[in-house]
Structures are given as C-alpha cells and as structure tokens.
C-alpha cells in the first residue's frame, strides 16, 4: 500500500487559497488518489478523487503531475467553516479506506 | 441529500459486556463499511459487507467482532466482549457499486456511535 506523507498542520487566512500537498512516491499503476475532510466529532467526508492530471469540482480542485508521486488539494477562498482535518488517501481498493495521520488546516479570521 | 445514520449516538458499557451499534446506509447503495476512530488517532477500517456477506476485513477484526444485515434497511456491528481497548468512535459508512467513469473511492460516512467501556 502506497505510504503518504502531508504536513501534520497548516494555518490560514479567511478568503486565501489553501494548497495542501501530499507525497506518494510508490504509487501504483492502479492506485487512485482520494481526499476526505473530518470535522472533530463527525466522519470522514469525500472531497474530490483523480487518477491523473487535474480533477475539479464545487468545493476543489485536485492537481497531480505526470509523475503522480505527488498531489496538490487547493481549496479556493477558505472560511473559518473549512477548518478540519485533511485526508490524503491512495487506494488500490475502493473498498478499504486507508487514513493516515492527515493535515490539521486551522483558518484564522 | 440522503445520509448515513447511526444509534446510538453514545453507548457505555462495562467491559465484557455485548454491544451491538447500528447504522442505516443510504437506501440505494451496495457496500457497507465499518471504521473505527481511537480518541486522538487515525481512522481503522474494520470490514467491508456486500452481498450479503463480509469482502474484506482487517486484523483489527477479530472473532469478537461480527456485522450483520438483518433486514433491508439495518446494518449492525456487535462485539461480543467488550474490552477497554474497543473505546473508539465507531463510523459507518455506504457507497454505491462503481461510479460513472468506473470504480468511486466516495464513502458516505455516518456521524459515529462513540462507545465507551468502563
């Protein structure tokens, strides 16, 4: 299973664009790559998946280069509501959801 | 939108005791799943459930855990003997059978029973 690495915390401005990166560097071939939000006390909840290129949609876009070793969630005009913590998930199954540690995103108003 | 439901939203139990905690999935979706969230630590995958029956498991699922689908709509998860380790947010969730453009990671999650073993 392809290890990820994101940074443990970010902080940011109301109305400022937030990129988190996460590194996947033994991605497989059939490995797509999944963010899910947490907020504290609830589930996980999707946020956008991709296999290459750039994935958009309403509330994200997801970027990942050719090499697909890496990923980049950007989250455009950030609200005090975004604060959560961020999942970087590359699974070969869909049917098992790995999580790892995540990125706390903190905005400040 | 339709949503993934769990009861109860907090059960306390002493250790050894049988729990048994419930979700309801999305009424049109195929696969159902079982998490678990230890206060402070990541989220586990427990078990998938399709068909009828269980399709992947962890090593977290051991013989003290069983899932169940005893009707259309419930989908349950029992721990036989409880132990204090098993305190843990426990989260439910459903997802449809593939996607549009083929196979769909989205895993709609239910907002937890928090179970507590004295």
């Known amino acids: 299973l392809a290890k990820t690495t994101q940074p443990i915390s970010m902080d940011s401005y109301e109305g400022q664009e937030v990129n988190i990166t996460c590194s996947h560097n033994n991605i497989a071939t059939n490995d797509y790559i999944t963010w899910y939000q947490q907020f504290p006390s609830q589930g996980p909840r999707f946020i956008i998946q991709?296999?290459?290129t750039k994935v958009t949609n309403e509330v994200a876009s997801l970027f990942i280069p050719a090499d697909r070793k890496s990923s980049t969630l950007s989250l455009p005009r950030v609200s005090l509501s975004d604060t959560a913590v961020y999942y970087c998930l590359v699974a070969g199954s869909a049917r098992q959801l790995t999580f790892g540690s995540g990125t706390q995103l903190t905005v400040l108003p | 939108e339709p949503e993934v439901t769990q009861t109860p939203s907090h059960q306390v139990t002493q250790m050894g005791q049988e729990v048994i905690l419930r979700c309801v999935p999305i009424?049109?979706?195929?696969?159902f799943y079982w998490y678990r969230q230890i206060l402070g630590q990541k989220v586990e995958f427990l078990v998938s459930f399709y068909n009828n029956e269980i399709s992947e498991k962890s090593e977290i699922f051991d013989d003290q855990f069983s899932v169940e689908r005893p009707d259309g709509s419930n989908f349950t998860l029992k721990i036989r003997s409880t132990k204090l380790e098993d305190s843990a947010m426990y989260f439910c969730?459903?997802?449809?059978?593939?996607?549009?453009?083929?196979?769909?990671?989205?895993?709609?999650f239910g907002p937890g029973t928090r179970l507590t073993v004295t």
């Open positions: 009424s049109n979706h195929l696969y």
């Open positions: 991709g296999y290459k």
């Open positions: 969730a459903s997802s449809k059978s593939r996607g549009l453009a083929g196979t769909t990671y989205e895993q709609y």
